[in-house]
């Protein structure tokens, strides 16, 4: 018999804990009810846990605070005993989406470590306040803040002008993922959010953005109080990788993305 290899692994325990704490982030929404008692949208939360949207559905569902038109008809037509594949077929519906409408009938498999889902919890809650702060006041150190707080996050060129996928979901619009970390100025102490870098490195493409680039494009930004509709108006070398970066962190407000 092979020894356990996480013998302090309690899937049933974990998955419990891990499904009350998303439902207390979550709140609780019912489209019979309204919206005002959910607390974030399902994308933050599944963002916030670092799960996929469907499978933050089908945990929401099990806890018995997400419901919708559609949810109680998949779960009416299951009920009945009609397959999955019939259920798709009939409602228009893929696989995964079928099963995301359906609560689990037993423990939660594959959930990560608690220790693991805390850190995301740490990094979903330090951008989204440097978003706020930004939002609340658009200072130049604020904007570095909310760079620091980003590294990592993935982005698609073309988001922004009207596709902007919010929480890194492509939406068809044909961009390129990618990923850019903060290039530290050894001077200054690089713990310090606020503390400018002396530019960004956009991966995996290998392109540079200048800390002189940003400023510029912060420039123009602030000068139009954030009313940037195409990329091209910031006037700058890689303001394909920059533009969708400053929507997303909500330094520029005119555009259709949805900041939250």
């Known amino acids: 018999m092979n020894p356990k290899k996480h013998p302090d692994y309690d899937s049933e325990t974990l998955s419990k804990e891990t499904m009350d704490k998303m439902a207390a982030a979550f709140g609780a929404y019912d489209d019979r009810k309204g919206r005002k008692q959910r607390k974030m949208t399902l994308n933050d939360t ?44 009939k409602l228009n519906l893929g696989r995964a989406s079928v099963h995301s409408y359906l609560p689990y009938s037993r423990i939660i498999y594959n959930m990560e470590q608690l220790s693991t889902t805390a850190e995301r919890q740490k990094r979903y809650r330090e951008r989204q306040l440097a978003v706020k702060a930004l939002q609340n006041a658009p200072a130049e150190e604020n904007m570095w803040r909310a760079l620091h707080a980003f590294q990592g996050y993935p982005f698609f060129t073309g988001q922004g002008n009207g596709t902007f996928a919010g929480h890194g979901e492509k939406q068809g619009n044909g961009g390129r993922k990618y990923t850019y970390h903060v290039i530290e100025d050894n001077s200054q102490n690089p713990q310090t959010l606020q503390t400018p870098g002396t530019g960004l490195a956009i991966e995996p493409d290998g392109e540079r953005i200048s800390s002189d680039m940003i400023h510029m494009a912060y420039q123009i930004v602030w000068e139009r109080q954030g009313l940037i509709s195409v990329p091209e108006e910031l006037k700058i070398s890689g303001v394909e990788y920059l533009f969708p970066i400053f929507v997303r962190i909500g330094l520029m407000q005119s555009l259709t993305a949805s900041i939250s």
């Open 46 to 89: 599944a963002e916030l846990f670092g799960v996929t949207p469907l499978k933050a559905r089908k945990i929401l569902i099990t806890a018995g605070v997400y419901s919708t038109v559609l949810s109680r008809t998949v779960q009416e037509m299951n009920g009945r005993g009609m397959s999955i594949m019939e259920i798709g077929k």
